[in-house]
């Protein structure tokens, strides 16, 4: 889960670094967010062969759960899947814009949103150390901001379009709850297989998406926001062009591709062998990974705040989520032991057997009921 989950945004950025000959002849970065975003979505069909592979195996071993349905209607997941191309598009896009480890950082803002849809939109009540929690991880928001801020300049990034990017990771972040919301909503009660419906939202995903690279051609912007030759709003002609001129792109976008797959396959297994603490440790890891790989490669310089931002996020997120902090200060007798279970009052502490799929899908950590199972390019 470490390896893979770290290998999807590094190998974005990677294809983002590598200039390439495009259908022009002309030698240039590949910029193409919503062309990747295709790919992550193809990455998130690939889930639907292990599914069946699950499912075939179960059933000629007679251990199929009786919990999962099949028999759903797959549209139920199409609104979800739009928000989750919409959210991954404007990742990939200030992706483009920004560092990768600030990248990950960012995406912990989605747990800001996700709190306050659920009190507003699914009536649920926050406790006073999830708001506490959240406070914490706006706080280190802030500071991951300001250090981007500080080294725009001194690293290969130029700062305003640091900042740009740092904005629309955090405004993506708004779509994705959203999405968490309208699953929470309507598709948690049909019980979908994870990995069934992780394909179906990379199904739906990549042909919208696809189709929507057509007007997108012929829309131009400035510059600055699209960068290509033509400066047209993504020219999936001139991307497709570079990845046959660069075996570098060519192996950074399978690598987005199988990367997302076998992620999204590897966090259902440790939240289902392990716990949703374990994968919230896990997930930081990777975060560390992300940083420590951009440091070595150049693609950022050292920054002492961004040390204190990922502190104060690991902070906030085990608040919110009432793990590692707050059972440790309990076991040790400094804080008071919860008097009773409480209804969970995240939007994300759904029935087992769908929680983990767009925990997954989202790269958020959530607890469900059940099964102790823990939310995008």
């Not at 998130?44 to 292990?50: K, N, S, V």
């Not at 057997?353 to 009921?369: G, K, L, R």
């Amino acid at each position: 889960m470490v390896i893979t989950g770290s290998i999807n945004t590094l190998s974005t950025k990677w294809a983002d670094n590598t200039e390439a000959i495009g259908i022009k002849n002309d030698k240039h970065l590949f910029n193409h967010p919503f062309l990747q975003a295709c790919g992550m979505f193809i990455g998130e069909m690939l889930c639907f062969f292990p599914f069946l592979f699950i499912y075939i195996y179960s059933k000629r071993t007679h251990t199929v759960s009786s919990n999962q349905n099949i028999k759903f209607n797959p549209l139920i997941l199409f609104l979800p899947a739009m928000c989750d191309m919409t959210a991954t598009s404007t990742m990939y896009f200030g992706l483009t814009m920004t560092f990768p480890s600030s990248f990950q950082m960012l995406r912990g803002a989605v747990i800001i949103f996700t709190g306050l849809l659920s009190v507003a939109f699914l009536n649920r009540k926050l406790s006073n150390q999830q708001w506490i929690g959240i406070l914490f991880i706006i706080a280190g928001l802030a500071v991951v901001g300001v250090s981007d801020f500080i080294t725009g300049k001194q690293g290969s990034q130029d700062r305003n379009g640091v900042i740009t990017g740092d904005l629309l990771i955090i405004a993506a972040q708004i779509i994705a709850a959203t999405q968490m919301v309208i699953e929470e909503k309507f598709v948690t009660k049909h019980n979908v297989p994870p990995l069934l419906a992780v394909g179906f939202e990379g199904l739906f995903g990549f042909v919208v998406l696809s189709i929507l690279l057509i007007p997108m051609y012929y829309i131009v912007l400035p510059g600055k926001f699209a960068p290509n030759p033509e400066h047209r709003f993504e020219d999936a002609l001139d991307g497709f062009a570079q990845l046959g001129n660069s075996w570098i792109i060519r192996l950074a976008t399978f690598g987005n591709i199988f990367s997302i797959s076998f992620f999204n396959f590897a966090g259902i297994s440790v939240t289902k062998e392990m716990s949703a603490t374990t994968r919230m440790v896990l997930d930081s890891v990777r975060t560390v990974f992300i940083w420590a790989f951009s440091l070595a490669v150049g693609w950022q310089v050292f920054h002492y705040l961004q040390i204190i931002g990922f502190i104060a996020l690991i902070v906030g997120m085990c608040l919110y989520y009432d793990i590692i902090i707050t059972p440790f200060l309990r076991s040790k007798g400094i804080i008071a032991g919860k008097k009773e279970e409480e209804p969970k009052t995240d939007v994300a502490n759904n029935e087992a057997n769908h929680s983990d799929y767009y925990a997954v899908n989202n790269e958020v950590v959530h607890v469900s009921d059940k099964q102790n199972l823990v939310e995008d390019p």
